[in-house]
């Protein structure tokens, strides 16, 4: 989304991205679901991020681990999840940023 708003095509953006150090096997994978993620396949449901986020910043929490990258990261999934995207795969969260200030 980020490079998209400042003028770099999805495909571009994820070609640079696929092609560096975060181009692990799963980016390949995922290739359809990052440049069209309005229509990607559901593996694994917004639903099911949360549950696992949940279950992570709890522990992180009982054991007095930092971890506010993936406490920002649930916030976002959870206000995907309020906006009706809890049977999507993963690649909705792109769908759901893309529509904020609009």
Known sequence: MLAERGGVDRATAYEVFASGAGGAPFVQYKKEAYWQPESAAV?????????DLDLITG???????????????YEIVRRAI?????????????????????
């Open 43 to 51: 593996a694994f449901t917004l639903r099911l991020v949360a549950k």
């Open 82 to 102: 309020d906006a009706g995207l809890d049977e999507e795969a993963l690649s909705a969260v792109a769908v759901y940023l893309r529509g904020l200030d609009r």
């Open 59 to 73: 522990l992180a929490g009982r054991v007095g681990a930092p971890i506010s990258q993936a406490e920002a990261g």
